[in-house]
């Protein structure tokens, strides 16, 4: 009994460090066994409004990676949103599974039913294995899902608009490195031809920069090489790529201590959330070997922005474009902070939203 009573309380010891360390406001569980759902809701912080973040589904090895992911994409949402001037909090959601096998109408809409139970304080999108259609069906069991197709009254994929704000951001670290914010003639590696990677390549072909590609899935690489003239990097190769811009829009954490040996660009800019495995460690690491990190946070705001005006009732296509467009200023300020207080681009842009977090808090206390 005393050996179970100590297990347990280790449990919950390591259970609540990461929520405390990280000071989420509510982590749910869901499960549900007829539909094999398991899901993990994390509402980081609400002070500007209810949580919005998307829902990813994903092949999670262990659940402490899945809540590890959940715990680290949720808290990412609220500096997102807040550094985006956007009223909402920050919040985001992970399915447990292998999205081929495991995802279908039933298991949808009982996630939808869970998003439900928490009354709005948590509104889903698309995050990664997660389409329009999968919106759909949340959309049958709830309201609070944006990322809706056009025909439901929804804004859509928020790729493009994701694309178009890394693309600002990285021209606007191209200025603070070379002087000049073209990106003509530089090798710039977009690794993951996903969504966002698809239109990032579109974006970049057209500005005349050499584009190289990497990613996991040969149909993936091909239906890119059909479309548009790029070298491919194999996908244990990109580290070591001789570029000068290295576009990570895969997964996270591939700034990491393995990696930051072999890096030799200029310039980290990509879409992917989460990019630094540790943000203080591997921010710094990245300043000190003279690498121009372009927070990802702040660049890849513009898909949550394209689904915030849908929830805000007030979407228009030019509207995001021209809101996503301020990430190229914001994108500069962050590298004169970073260079005036003697801090990484990342601990710049953190403190640029929690500066804005704590101001709004305020005003929102009683007379
Ligand atoms: P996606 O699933 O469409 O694309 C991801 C791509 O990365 C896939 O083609 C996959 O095969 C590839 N990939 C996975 N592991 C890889 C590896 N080790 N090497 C190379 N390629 C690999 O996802 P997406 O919507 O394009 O999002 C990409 C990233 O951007 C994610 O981290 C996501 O969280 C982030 N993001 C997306 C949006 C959005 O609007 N979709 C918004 C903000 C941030």
Redesign the pocket.
Known sequence: MIELTETMNNEAVSIFSDIESMNHEQVVLCHDKETGLKAIIAIHNTVLGPSMG?T?MWHYATDQEAMTDALR?SRGMTLKNSIAGLNIGGGKAVIIGEASQLKNEALMRRFGKFVHSLGGKYYTA????MTTRDMEYIRMETPYVTGLPDYMGGAGD??P??AYGVFVGMKAAAKRAYGSESLSGKKVLV???????THLIDYLTKDGAKVSV????ED?IKRITDRFSVEVVA?DQ?ATAPVDIYAP????GTINDDSLGLLSCDIVAG???NQLLDETVHGQKLLDKGILYAPDFLI?G???TNVYYEYAGNHSHDRVMAQTEKIYDTTLSVFDMSQKTNTTPHQAAIKIAEDRIKSIGNIKLPL
Do not use: H, M, W
């Open positions: 998307g990813r994409l698309e995050d990664v294995n928020p790729s608009y994701t690794q993951g031809t996903g969504n966002v990677g990497s990613d996991i899935f993936k996908a990109v829009c895969a997964l996270g879409a992917a959330n890849n513009g898909g949550i």
